[in-house]
């Protein structure tokens, strides 16, 4: 009961409190992205122009008490847990992109919003996730940077082979693995000691790595992608997926192992992902909408 009382009032809480910092960080970078020139990956030089808009900075502050929600969320949660619950950030991006285009949600928006939220609970309520040891050692860890270098080298390396209507796609994956791999260093981390202790971490200078590449690799997707909805569903699907994989391989976390229960999950992440498909599509629609809006010439008085 002790650690039950932590995870469902301060772990789910916070985040919670986190995907809506990021939904809201996200519309704000996505708009930025399409007001600056168009660079190659992974180029700092987008932060450079993108820092220059007061919508980039402000989504920036949004995200780093997105990240420190998620800090707290990690810490007192399991893996399992927290970054699928990351998955409501959706819902809180497409209600932000439809206030600041002023059109109120509706049917397509309550579909969605109800099927993702619905499959992430049948999800959470089957697999009843459990914390494992929440931290793994620097020899455990090598496999899984070999593995997030070669699948984000794969990544940028296809971004440059593919049209441009789809150059977002593998930039988008490259995002999300990126994403899921730093949280299950922040878990870690979280697990692994506090205050000072925390220099002497490894765990927080691949964050320091890890984290930026995949925030600027974010920038571009949202930039190639033409308003973002697609890289919006990948990364918000990929993310919780990998995040996954790295709490049950590397972590030591679980799920309930029946076959029934296995089964069940898997249907369940399937009508999750079915929902944030449907809202990033909304997502699409409205954000045209409100890049219209933003074009169109202003009257006079």
Request: charged content about 10%.
């Amino acid at each position: 009961m002790a650690d039950v009382v932590p995870i469902f009032f301060v772990a789910v809480p916070a985040a919670v409190l986190a995907a809506a910092s990021f939904g809201s960080a996200g519309v704000l970078q996505n708009r930025a992205t399409h007001k600056t020139a168009e660079r190659k990956p992974l180029q700092p030089g987008l932060l450079v122009d993108l820092v220059k808009l007061s919508g980039f900075r402000l989504s920036v502050v949004l995200g780093a008490v997105g990240f420190v929600l998620q800090v707290v969320a990690l810490r007192y949660g399991p893996l399992i847990l927290v970054q699928p619950l990351l998955v409501t950030g959706v819902l809180f991006y497409l209600l932000l992109a439809s206030a600041l285009g002023n059109h109120r949600p509706d049917r397509i928006l309550l579909v969605g919003a109800l099927t993702a939220l619905g499959g992430l609970s049948a999800f959470l309520v089957i697999a009843r996730p459990s914390g494992g040891r929440g931290n793994f050692n620097a020899g455990a860890a090598v496999p899984l940077g070999i593995g997030l270098v070669v699948v984000v080298a794969a990544c940028l390396v296809a971004s440059t082979r593919v049209p441009q209507e789809v150059r977002s796609v593998p930039l988008a994956v490259a995002t999300a693995v990126c994403y899921g791999v730093t949280a299950g260093l922040v878990r870690s981390l979280a697990s692994g000691g506090s205050g000072l202790d925390l220099l002497g971490q490894w765990q927080l200078y691949a964050i320091v790595v890890v984290g930026p590449a995949g925030f600027l690799l974010n920038q571009n997707a949202y930039q190639q992608g033409r308003l973002g909805s697609v890289s919006l569903a990948i990364i918000t699907i990929g993310d919780p997926l990998v995040a996954i994989v790295i709490g049950m391989t590397w972590l030591g976390e679980s799920i309930s192992p029946t076959v029934w229960s296995v089964i069940v999950e898997i249907v369940a992440l399937v009508v999750m992902a079915a929902g944030v498909v449907i809202l990033a599509h909304r997502a699409n629609e409205v954000g045209q909408r409100l890049e219209s809006t933003d074009r169109a010439p202003q009257g006079i008085g």
